[in-house]
């Protein structure tokens, strides 16, 4: 074995090209930023790769009077929508669900919900409980440690004690007013005697290292121009680059490269000029999300690995999991002052988490209760409603409503299906033209039991609330944001492509640490369980440093 080599003190910054990293991380997302954190301060030398470029709150369409047009062009959730140089096109012509993800320093944070979720102790054994899916290599007790970390980085803010979670469960700041939708939807659950707890947010509610309090406007998903939401940007990479870590921006990776002896020595590059370059490094990194990931995976193909890297097993881009939201509206004559933040989660039930057989499926889902948005959030016209539904005095009536709606929003569980995948795609490339993907998902039968069973008694807790009006949206358009499950780990090479700690199987200084490791989905957000599993990976790698076997 050859021991990784530590160049502390060194002047990263000033390395030029080709230099040999310790370590090379893809992607400066939530993942990328709390391993790159941990490694520079081992003293490890880091350089990150990210396609996209550093963001600033003056660039951001949330704090202008144009703001809500901005986020539904150059800010869309979609890449295909967007179309920026940074992104990669989609196709998801096969695909039940829109996929959202954001290339930039801080990844998919820039556009994410702050909703601040873990797992739970049964979603890591599914099979041994449910009889379906498969049980994780690890366990909730051992990934709690990394869930207070976590927790504290990215200035969680929430009510300690939910009994939905084994106790201790604390959060580093306190909760945020729930507001009057909060307190409305609260009584419909209370009438109902069902769960409801206090929104947890990736949002502080008071000063958090570099993230500013936050001031309740509202428009968190499309970033917060008070710097009050934790990207991954504030949370982590200011003070991993402050410390050495070189993070290079507008930096498409094309190709992870390895040696004879199957090993990775580093990536391929390509800059915004187009021209190509070698990062050479002892240990790779992959945190390209679970799209990313499997896509350059399959790139990464060689006569010793011909059917992509990593994939002895086949199931590199299977059991794709995105999560696709559901949405029960209820509307109330009262006015809610639903527009007020912050833009994460007022509150949340998890009443109907854990399998009930009776109910005709197995698993369950996390209700959100989340601000409405703008005028523009609600305007029947951009929804391509007809000129007599969608304009005119119908527009005027839809408007007068502003603020008198509660929206839950359902987040189920998605059981892996190898057939739901991520596959290279044979004519579609970026601008640099790398091929690209396409997306494989179709919403399977216990899913969509489940979706509808949660969507009727959301809208049976609204109307115990005193709605006057419900509906619902059976999948919320854009909303497979949550990508993972495309390179799972477990303990067996044949039935995973990682193992416990994230090191693929087939190549022993190649690590996965984003949502990609998932082995089921759960039926909650996956932030905090990605940063988690980035946390305990990265520490891992710095303790058996020693031991790691690296390219000659």
């Known amino acids: 074995m050859i021991a990784l080599v530590s160049h502390k003190g060194m002047n990263r910054a000033e390395d030029p090209d080709g230099t040999i990293a310790d370590v090379l991380i893809v992607g400066a997302g939530p993942a990328g930023g ?36 901005m986020a539904r062009q150059r800010w869309h959730w979609s890449p295909n929508q967007r179309e920026r140089e940074a992104d990669y096109p989609i196709d998801e012509s096969e695909s039940d669900v829109g996929i959202t993800m954001y290339n930039a320093v801080g990844g998919s944070t820039w556009l994410w919900g702050a909703h601040w979720h873990r797992l739970t102790p049964s979603d890591f054994a599914v099979r041994s409980l449910d009889g379906v899916a498969d049980d994780w290599p690890i366990t909730y007790a051992e990934l709690e440690p990394f869930y207070e970390e976590a927790e504290l980085a990215m200035g969680v803010s929430g009510l300690s004690g939910d009994p939905a979670y084994p106790a201790p469960h604390r959060h580093p700041l306190p909760p945020f007013p729930i507001g009057k939708a909060g307190r409305k939807a609260a009584e419909g659950m209370n009438r109902l005697g069902w769960h409801w707890w206090p929104g947890s947010n990736g949002i502080p509610s008071r000063p958090h290292g570099h993230l500013a309090a936050c001031v309740r406007l509202g428009v968190c998903s499309k970033g ?27 930096a498409r990776v094309r190709e992870i490269t390895t040696d004879s ?34 896509r350059l995976l399959l790139l990464s193909k060689s006569a010793r690995f011909p059917d992509g890297l990593a994939n002895s097993s086949g199931l590199v881009g299977r059991n794709f999991m995105p999560h ?38 197995v698993r369950g889902a996390k209700w959100s209760l989340s601000t409405g948005g703008g005028p523009l959030s609600i305007h029947p016209g951009l929804g391509r409603a007809s000129l007599e539904r969608g ?17 839950w929003a359902i987040c189920g569980e998605t059981l892996p299906d190898p057939e739901n ?21 179709r919403v399977g039968e216990n899913d969509r039991a489940l979706r509808d069973w949660h969507i009727e008694r959301a809208r049976e807790s609204l109307v115990a609330a005193g709605a006057v009006e419900t509906l619902s949206i059976p999948v919320l358009p854009n909303s497979g944001g949550h990508m993972l499950g495309t390179a799972r780990m477990g303990n067996d090479p044949a039935t995973s492509v990682t193992d416990r700690w994230g090191r693929t199987h087939d190549v022993p200084n190649l ?25 305990r990976g990265a520490r891992h790698l710095i303790a058996a440093r020693r031991d790691q076997k690296v390219a000659a």
């Open 511 to 535: 690590y996965i640490f984003d949502g990609s490791l998932f082995v089921t989905s759960g039926g909650v957000n996956p932030t905090a369980t990605i940063c988690a599993l980035a946390a």
């Open 34 to 69: 709390m391993a790159a954190k941990h490694l520079v301060a081992a003293g490890l030398s880091v350089v990150c790769l990210e396609q996209g470029d550093w963001e600033s709150s003056d660039r951001l369409p949330t704090g202008r009077p144009e703001g809500e047009l």
């Open 324 to 361: 696709p939201i559901s949405v029960a509206v209820g509307v109330f004559d009262e006015q809610l002052e639903s527009w007020i933040g912050p833009g994460g989660i007022a509150i949340y039930s998890m009443q109907f988490y854990e399998t009930d057989r009776l109910r005709g499926f």
């Open 421 to 441: 995948r991520i596959t290279l795609h044979d004519e579609l490339s970026d601008c640099d033209g790398v091929p690209s993907v396409k997306v494989h998902f």
């Open 261 to 294: 002896a199957g090993l990775a020595t580093g990536a391929i590059w390509i800059d915004r000029s187009g021209e190509e370059h070698h990062q050479r490094a002892r240990v790779v990194i992959l945190c390209a999300n679970g799209i990313g990931t499997a």
């Open 391 to 407: 304009w005119g005095a119908a527009a005027h009536q839809k408007m007068r409503r502003l603020g008198h709606s509660l929206s």
């Open 224 to 250: 917060c121009p008070e710097g009050a939401k934790a990207v991954a940007d504030k949370a982590y990479w200011i003070d991993a680059t402050a410390s050495g870590a070189r993070l290079i921006t507008g």
